[in-house]
């Protein structure tokens, strides 16, 4: 037997170590461990060896005739072992022969010889492997059995990131002077943009509560009582189609600071990310970050969240359209023609036949044309290109060389409205989807570990959704964001000319996060709830605890808020939302291991007043 090891810091009454932390310095120490039993292996009447894994590593346990007590018995015991049942053992560490040592972790250099095996829990059979990964069931069938889905180690490692990176945040805003402070979840219903969750309660009948869908209006408050620099990292809730990149209940990292400028927060967010990036990653990230205004990135990119990454820029066209409505506008996509097959052009044709939104309806003009040594195919009289040549035909090779598109080339041709704001424009949408396919085809290479992040600034203030100049204005970001200093008397004269005071940080073309700087007068706070986005009379006096707010010395302020789910996303390169969260809901929102939503009572309907009125079938 040899030596008692010294107990390590996450010993407990069962376990002396974790499965991870033993190494070649353990070996001759007598060690207990607790852990899940896997891959049992029974070579000989004499020789078995186990898999034993816990949350900090595995360690293969090895049991010998000759050198453990009861071995008849405790063999039987251990081939009866289901996958993943739970036992604790005790034994000696001994080092593996060198043939048999692979791979770098130091767990691999050892074993443990085991001398006493006791079984602490029967696994019943699981419904699918978490370990094997080549044989996952659906998405569906790992979260009603998240639990064991959390077993997987990719999942395992999501979650310690994000622990990890909440901690590093928490630090940092602790660090640099801010209060974390809770703000209510029961809340009440807002125009703030996306549908609520409503919450019914019994103090008057037909009253709810709504969930928030941000701490928006709370950290104004809180600005307001002095507090200068407030964070939290809060629950937020949006009732809200979902995807990939949406969960009805997510975290964000809140964020809000007072007597400040747009540059002030910027600083500090970039410091946040470096020290975020540096204990997670070990890469150290270059500041300041990049800046680019709203109208180059959707100019350039056709997107207000660009992937700068790579190039394929968006050239501006003006000479192809003499409507003042109209932005002309053409994307190259180098060697196209001759790279992509007819059935990878598909794709392409489907996301241009089907793109209506940012004014490009389908009396709008979008056409994709292979340039040859003749000229360029697909010009038809419906086309902008031809309405243009019909002029002079002979100024096709003077557009091909403005936009220096060669033969072999492929070329999208748009046109769009400028008197709706973009977001994702149908040229920014090709611009996304050619970068894929060549990464694809492996003729555009973008490192993993390269990290574009930049900050996009000068939104409209206000925008319009319709085609018309005379369309409602809505609030491009919310109805709190200040108007650009510069462009103050426009609101009072010109609001769809203002430029807001909001930025979004972007990195390789997701957007991490979003804020800007508040309005904190109540006058002008006033008169873009009733002037410009014209909110009835009730809307209005639902917003009145923060105008008056305002009104009793409320500091200049802004902040920020970065979306936590996705940062986490981003730094364990996973697909999707789902896969960083430890109980998320499904892709069409339901919690399919607790079986949530569930239909309430008819006695819990009754008490809160409530009766169900079923939907009509749809004829």
Request: proline share 6%; hydrophobic share 40%; aromatic share 6%.
């Amino acid at each position: 037997m040899g030596q008692i090891a010294s107990r390590s810091s996450l010993a407990t009454a069962m376990r002396t170590h974790t499965c991870g932390e033993l190494s070649a310095q353990h070996v001759g120490q007598r060690v207990e461990l607790c852990g899940w039993a896997q891959n049992t292996r029974v070579l000989s009447n004499t020789l078995v060896f186990v898999q034993l894994r816990d949350a900090f590593g595995s360690v293969q346990l090895l049991a010998e005739h000759d050198r453990m007590p009861a071995f008849t018995e405790q063999k039987r015991l251990l081939e009866l072992l289901s996958s993943d049942s739970l036992i604790g053992v005790s034994g000696t560490v001994i080092k593996r022969p060198a043939s048999m040592v692979k791979g770098e972790s130091q767990a691999r250099e050892i074993e443990l010889l085991v001398d006493r095996v006791k079984v602490l829990n029967h696994a019943k059979p699981l419904p699918f492997n978490p370990h094997v990964k080549a044989n996952l069931p659906s998405e569906d069938v790992r979260l009603a059995n998240r639990h064991l889905d959390l077993r997987r180690s990719e999942l395992q490692n999501n979650i310690r990131v994000r622990s990890k990176a909440t901690m590093t945040i928490r630090q940092f805003m602790d660090n640099n002077g801010f209060v974390d402070i809770e703000t209510p979840v029961l809340f009440k219903s807002t125009p703030e943009g996306a549908r609520e969750f409503l919450v019914p309660t019994r103090i008057d009948p037909g009253a709810c509560y709504a969930l928030p869908q941000s701490p928006q209006q709370f950290k104004q408050m809180l600005m307001a009582a002095g507090f200068d620099r407030y964070y939290q990292i809060a629950r937020c809730f949006r009732d809200e189609d979902l995807r990939a990149d949406r969960q009805p209940e997510f975290t964000q990292v809140d964020i809000e600071m007072s007597f400040v400028s747009k540059e002030d927060i910027q600083n500090v967010l970039e410091g946040l990310i470096q020290r975020v990036w540096s204990q997670i990653k070990g890469i150290e990230i270059k500041a300041p970050f990049r800046r680019i205004t709203f109208a180059e990135a959707t100019s350039k990119y056709g997107s207000d969240k660009p992937d700068t990454r790579f190039g394929l820029e968006i050239v501006q066209t003006p000479q192809l359209t003499a409507d003042v409505h109209t932005i002309a506008e053409v994307l190259v996509i180098p060697s196209g023609a001759q790279s992509f097959s007819t059935k990878e052009l598909a794709p392409f044709a489907d996301l241009i036949r089907t793109s209506q939104a940012n004014g490009e309806s389908k009396v709008r003009n979008k056409r994709m044309h292979k340039i040859g040594d003749q000229g360029a195919t697909g010009i038809s009289k419906a086309t902008l290109l031809a309405r243009w040549l019909q002029v002079d035909n002979a100024r096709l090779p003077e557009l091909l060389g403005s936009i220096s598109a060669q033969p072999g080339d492929l070329v999208f041709v748009s046109e769009r409205s400028s008197r709706v704001t973009p977001a994702n424009t149908t040229l920014g949408r090709l611009r996304t989807l050619a970068a894929k396919l060549l990464q694809e085809k492996g003729m555009l290479d973008i490192s993993a570990d390269r990290f574009d992040f930049l900050w996009v600034e000068e939104f409209p203030l206000f925008t319009r959704i319709v085609d018309d100049d005379k369309a409602q204005l809505s609030a491009t970001h919310h109805p709190f964001t200040a108007p650009a200093k510069d462009d103050l008397p426009l609101l009072y004269t010109d609001p769809a000319k203002v430029h807001g005071q909001h930025y979004d940080l972007v990195l390789n073309g997701v957007e991490l996060g979003g804020g800007s700087i508040r309005v904190h007068d109540p006058e002008v706070q006033e008169h873009i709830f009733k002037n410009i986005l014209c909110l009835s009379p009730q809307v209005q006096a639902s917003f009145g605890h923060l105008v008056t707010a305002l009104g009793h010395g409320c500091p200049p302020h802004g902040g920020i808020a970065l979306g936590l789910d996705r940062l986490v996303a981003i730094l364990t390169d996973s697909a999707s939302l789902r896969d960083v969260i430890a109980f998320p809901k499904s892709a069409n929102g339901r919690d399919l291991l607790m079986h949530a939503p569930a239909s309430a009572t008819p006695e819990q309907l009754a008490e809160y007043g409530i009766a169900v009125r079923k939907t009509p079938p749809a004829h």
